[in-house]
């Protein structure tokens, strides 16, 4: 399976976007299937305006919130009840702390706290 990524991604109607690919294929994907209806991607389901403002971001369709899909996930209509199947727990949520620190949420519940000395100083909530 050859690696395919995103060069735009305009919004359509409803879940609806119209992709161009690197190898010059356009397509119309409803993503609908791909907004599970949790985390970052229930605001999308949730929120058209937050939905419409996706952009492309290294070949990846990306949203303010956090939420992206996987250009592979799309380009290969890939079933997105088993694309995550046996995968590690995904990140659905960040929150920066204080000191450095870094919480994320899990997909599963879980939740960790980290420092980052490779954070800057502007991803830094203030204390």
Same mark, same amino acid.
């Given at each position: ?28 994907? /409803? !993503? #609908? %299937?791909?907004?599970?209806?949790? &985390? ?8 058209? $305006?937050?939905? =419409?403002?996706?952009a492309?971001?290294g070949?990846?369709i ?5 939420? /992206? !899909? #996987? %250009?592979?996930?799309?380009?290969y &209509?890939l ?7 046996? $995968?590690?727990? =995904?990140?659905v949520?960040v929150e920066?702390?204080?000191?450095k ?7 599963d ?15 830094? $909530?203030?204390?």
């Amino acid at each position: 399976m050859n690696s395919v990524r995103i060069t735009s991604a305009e919004p359509l109607q409803d879940h609806e976007v119209r992709f161009t690919f690197t190898d010059g294929e356009v397509r119309v994907i /409803d !993503l #609908d %299937p791909y907004l599970r209806p949790r &985390g970052v991607f229930q605001a999308l389901r949730e929120d058209p $305006a937050l939905f =419409r403002s996706m952009a492309v971001d290294g070949g990846t369709i990306v949203w303010p919130n956090g939420a /992206d !899909l #996987d %250009p592979d996930v799309l380009y290969y &209509g890939l079933d997105p009840d088993d694309w995550n199947e046996g $995968a590690s727990p =995904r990140v659905v949520d960040v929150e920066f702390l204080a000191d450095k620190k870094v919480r994320y949420t899990y997909d599963d519940g879980e939740k960790s706290v980290v420092r980052g000395k490779f954070l800057s100083d502007s991803h830094r $909530a203030s204390a």
